[in-house]
């Protein structure tokens, strides 16, 4: 589900903005190919166009492309992209029952057989299309330029993080008009307790103290973005909820914590486990804010793995829940509820 969620994703937003930024430019090769053939999104020479057009808005991220993304009181943006989500999310389906050398089908093909899967196939498109309405009230300021930007493989250059080549693919980059970067990292899960899982700091931190949350993942990929892009500021490092009422996590820049959590806000007694102070040095002297956070969580994750390759695998769980998927249920340092 997870794997078909991103995948659609990818496409529908990349979608979006070039044909925000065909408008720009009062082009109208998309418009002309979806008017002139059904299904025109999956036709080659309509892909290279949208290619095109995205690696022109990509080359100045901080020009405003109106309609690259769905916003509050914007109707026709809104119904716009809902369709357009849903010819991809139909298309995507179908690819799922091609097979590979005519015996096997694709590797993690999403095919229904049961009526239960049947049901969490119709779950999904709900979930991605409502996704888009909890995004207009959300990142305001921001809109989407890189999706699915990989780094470290193929012919992206080599990336050290924490003294180790490091291999990945960010979800999606957002960048406002002022050059501060979200990096956001989708997850497919319940939203249920999501942002007490995947917010950067536990509940009663004390200023100036530091230690690494439970979830790093959005600030490996915003230390590792942040280095690629000098010329842009990283401002937040987020994870957004693709399920259900769905939610964003992470962490943010004091000064924009409200702009990225949009209309729904955060709570006073939350604010603290997703504010970064600005002033704040997370026990670092040469810098501080989210650039201070970023470089001392590289330092601790440094630290581990320098002990992971010195051998020491020792299991050694933060708490219960993070025994609770472990196959080894022998373990003598098992954690129970």
Known sequence: MGTFAHRVLEVSRREFV??????????????????????????????????????RAQADPCVRLPGSRPLVG?????????????????AHLSHQYQLVGGRRPLPQALVPHLAREHGQLLGLRRDLGSLL????????????????????????????YA?????????????????????????HKSDL?????YDA???????????????VQSLVYAQVVRRAFPDLTVRAALYLCTKGSHALAG?????IVDLVFGERGVSSKRLPSVSVPRGEAFGRTDASGMEALLDASEEAIARA????????????????????????LNCERRLRK
């Open 251 to 255: 962490a943010a820049d004091e000064n």
């Open 74 to 90: 914007d109707a026709p943006t809104l119904e716009e992209a809902r369709a357009a989500l849903d010819e991809e999310f139909d």
């Open 305 to 328: 793995m320098e002990r992971l390759l010195a051998g020491d695998i020792e299991a050694n769980p933060l708490d219960a829940e993070a025994c609770q998927f472990c196959p080894v």
């Open 201 to 215: 700091f536990s509940a009663g931190r004390e200023q100036g103290s530091f230690s690494l949350p439970r979830r």
């Open 18 to 55: 070039a044909r925000a930024q065909e408008r720009l430019e009062g082009g109208h090769v998309l418009a002309d190919l979806r008017a002139a053939h059904e299904g025109a999104m999956q036709r080659e020479d309509y892909r290279e166009e949208v290619e095109r057009l995205l690696g």
């Open 163 to 187: 003294g180790v080549l490091l291999t990945g693919t960010v979800d999606r980059i957002d960048v406002d008009a002022h050059g501060q970067v979200a990096v956001i990292d989708y997850k």
């Open 193 to 197: 307790g999501f942002a007490r899982e």
């Open 133 to 160: 309405d909890f995004e207009a009230g959300a990142l305001e300021g921001f809109e989407p330029r890189l999706f699915e930007w990989g780094f470290g493989r193929g012919g992206a250059p080599k990336v050290e």
